[in-house]
Structure formats: C-alpha cells, structure tokens
C-alpha cells in the first residue's frame, strides 16, 4: 500500500508512531522521475524494513544551473504507479516550504574539505552543499534505522557516509548496484532527454569504464584514462572529467596500491545532458 504525506509535520508524526510500534523504516531520498534504479532501492528497502518511505522532492538547493532545475521531470501520478503493489511505502512529497521553512539559503556550510573540490563538486559548485543541506533536513524528518542510496552517484554516496559520521547519525547507509539500460548506460531521470540513437551510444560510456578496468593492472592509470578519454570523443562523446580516485578520499590515485578501493568516475556531455558514471577497478564499496 502506498500512503502519501505532503507535510513535514505529517510524516515526521507517522515515523514517531511507527518507532512506537517497533517497525523499522528505510528511507528512500529521490528526486522523482522514478525509473528501475530508483525502483532497486525501494525493493533492497522492502527486503529489510517493515515500512519504506520515498521522498520525492526536486532540490532548488543542489542545482547550480537554473535551466535545469527547470528542465527537472516532474510526475508524481506516474512515479505514484510505479510504487504500487511493490509494499508498504510512505511516500513523503513536500512543497519546498515544507523543507526550507526559513528559506533555502545555507545557514551554516558543511566543511567538506577536499570530498566537494574533486570532479563533480569542481564542475558544479555549491552542489554538495545543496545535497548536504537537504539531506540533513530530511532525516531530521525521516530518522529511519536505514538510508539507500545509489553508486551511481558515488561521490554523493562518499559525502553522505562522511556526514553520517560527522552528524553522528544512528542511520546506517547502504548503498545499492547501478542500474543499466540495455545499452550499458547507467539510468538516470536525464536519460528521457537524449534522442534514441544518441541514448544507445551513450552505452560506450559504461564499455570504455570497463575496459579501462579489464586493464587496470597491466597499464598506469595516467595512460588508460589518456586513451579512454580519445575513445570516448571519437564516438562523439564529450567528457567533462575521466578520474580514478581512492573511495573514501576521492584523491587521485596512481598507482592503484593493493588491497585499496579505488574506482573510475566520469561525466560525459551528451546533446546538451550531462551524465555520470563510475565501476569500481579495485577493493569494495564500505558503507557507513
Ligand atoms: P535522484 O532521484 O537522481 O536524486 O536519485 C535518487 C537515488 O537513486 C540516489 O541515491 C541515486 O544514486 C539513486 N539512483 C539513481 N539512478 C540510479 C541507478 N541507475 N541505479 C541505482 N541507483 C540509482
């Protein structure tokens, strides 16, 4: 059964009521737009938690681009259709006032150090903060026994365990598989906005990560990312940034030293999109 709450107050009264019952709740935060890999989350939630709750809120906050915020999907009737008969999921969809009752300006900046300096945070300044914001937000609304989130957005992932830690938060982080198209290409809301052809060959992005990862241990990490970035833009795809970096520190790494996490990050500008990826070469993801 899927319950809507549109409040903050609402829900926060529901996941007070539901600690008294003993029901132990996993707490999806989304976006909206919700495809198969938002739907991973909510299934790996189900399996472990009496309730799920999915939130379903565009941040203003975590974009430094106007246009798209703007260009966000939003639909709430079909995301609503695809969470039905999975199981018990609340599903908390608030105004941005329910969020941001003081505003959305950032009272007190998160020292993320180094973690928001590096690829993605480079590129769109002020974003972590954003997510940062919203997030603590939301669990002081939502404090579930449990969080899940995606690898596919891995250095929001590191930066959320690091704050967990930091807020000295009960909640403990899992994080779930990237979900791909057929193609290889990593789901995403912004998926919807590529033509179909260039949707299909945005699957090299996942093929040139893996191969750089079948080779990881015969060649330098300098000469791999070199040649996988000019196989990238013969096929007409524009890289932002191609890293490999340690999965906790998000410091380049070279070389990959034994026993260590390491994984390959990219983001790629297809007509006008801009999309995210990363394999992990070496080690496992360590949650909270
Ligand atoms: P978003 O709605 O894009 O903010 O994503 C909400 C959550 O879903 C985040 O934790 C994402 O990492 C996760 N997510 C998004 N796309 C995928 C995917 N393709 N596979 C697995 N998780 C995903």
């Not at 709740?25 to 709750?53: C, R, W, Y």
């Not at 002020?126 to 969080?147: D, E, T, Y």
Request: aromatic share 6%; hydrophobic share 40%.
């Amino acid at each position: 059964m899927v319950t809507i709450f549109r409040t903050a107050e609402d829900m926060a009264s529901a996941m007070v009521r539901w600690a008294k019952e003993n029901k132990t709740t996993g707490f999806v935060p989304t976006m909206g737009a919700l495809h198969e890999g938002h739907i991973s989350l909510v299934q790996a939630s189900l399996k472990e938690n009496d309730i799920t709750v999915l939130s379903v809120f565009v941040n203003p906050t975590q974009f430094n681009d106007a246009s798209d915020l703007e260009k966000y999907p939003r639909n709430l009737e079909k995301d609503l259709a695809l969470l039905k008969n999975l199981g018990e999921i609340a599903v908390f969809a608030p105004e941005i006032q329910e969020i941001y009752p003081q505003g959305t300006e950032l009272q007190q900046p998160a020292d993320l150090g180094f973690l928001e300096k590096t690829m993605e945070g480079k590129h769109r300044p002020g974003h972590f903060q954003g997510v940062v914001q919203v997030v603590n937000r939301l669990l002081n609304i939502v404090p579930a026994s449990k969080l899940y989130m995606g690898q596919k957005d891995f250095q929001q992932f590191t930066i959320i365990r690091f704050m967990l830690t930091v807020w000295n938060s009960p909640t403990q982080l899992v994080v779930c598989p990237v979900i791909r198209e057929e193609s290889g290409l990593a789901m995403s809301s912004r998926n919807e906005r590529l033509s179909g052809e260039a949707r299909k060959n945005a699957g090299e992005i996942f093929r040139v990560l893996q191969w750089i990862r079948s080779r990881i241990h015969q060649n330098s990490p300098e000469n791999l990312l070199l040649e996988a970035w000019k196989m990238l833009e013969a096929q007409s795809l524009s890289p932002e940034y191609l890293e490999i970096v340690d999965c906790t520190t998000l410091q380049p790494v070279n070389p990959i030293e034994e026993g260590s996490c390491a994984v390959v990050c990219i983001a790629v500008w297809v007509e006008g999109v801009r999309l995210i990826d990363n394999v992990v070469l070496s080690g496992k993801l360590l949650p909270a």
